[in-house]
């Protein structure tokens, strides 16, 4: 009911009465008023004119029913150890494919390569769950189309133009404004899922670690309402999905990418070697020209350039 209450004040370009809404929504005028009061502690301001109620803000919280078709595929905790874990649990018990795990703040937020992923109160941190009818070694490009998405959603919901580095950091003016984790389970020689996890700085103030991080707040100085950013992302990401290009995923990443063209030093797990990135390959591997003039491509480990 409050799904609906909201979307009819949101669709509304005048305040609506409550005999008006109680009449469309056929309960009492006391539940409707229930309902509003409800909304408004939850964090929506709603105003109260001599027309009726008005909606004035949303809540900055990604509750599920804001995202009005997807709710149900949305699960939001005030608090959570990792997204990472819970959309793993969820995604092992069956959850369809689109599934969000969203979390205001993380206990033991997860980076790439065993790092720590600072996620204190005012950042954007979710997972989703993907089950991409794709064979295992294609699945990498999921995670450069996720970084696109989301250099969108920053452009688009705080006029913020992001970059991204390989693999999948997104970077302005080389400070970390976002970072991906991905994990893939496989059954058989099938993906059963894939679990990408997100962390925006948004109105946060990272810690600076090992590298250097900047949230939208300090690069606007304005707040931005993070459920609109989920709300955006999750968007284009499905829409991404339902007509997925490789080619274009790789044709955009190479024109958004500021790790190309660039002498890099790559850390895997195994060594490290330094070259020229020259290109991205078709599973999304980094191409290095060593100084032998050999070619190396590699699939995991951590860029420096
Ligand atoms: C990185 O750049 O090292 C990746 C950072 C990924 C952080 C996100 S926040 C949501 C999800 N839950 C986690 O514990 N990690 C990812």
Redesign the pocket.
Known sequence: MKKRILEMLQKSSRPLSGPELSRELEVSRVAVWKHIDQLRQSGHEIESTAGGYRLVTVPDTPFPWLFGPRSALIHYYPEL?????RATELARAGCPSHTVVV?DR?L??????Q?Q?D?GEG?L???IVVRPALPPRECPIINLAVALDLVATLARCCGITARVKWP??LLVDGR?I????SQMEIEGDQVAFVNV???LNLNNEPEVADKPAVSALQLTGEKVNRAQVLADFLQRFETRMATFSRREVLRQWRERTVTLGRQVTITTLRDDCEGLAVDIDDEGGLIVELADGSRRTVFYGDCFH
Not at 81 to 85: G, I, K, Q, V, Y
Not at 178 to 181: D, E, Q, R, S, Y
């Open positions: 150890d990792s997204t990472m874990n979390a993380q033991q937020g997860r980076g790439r390569m790092r992923w996620s950042g941190y979710f997972s999948n950091d970390k976002a970072g991906i984790l996890g997100i962390g």
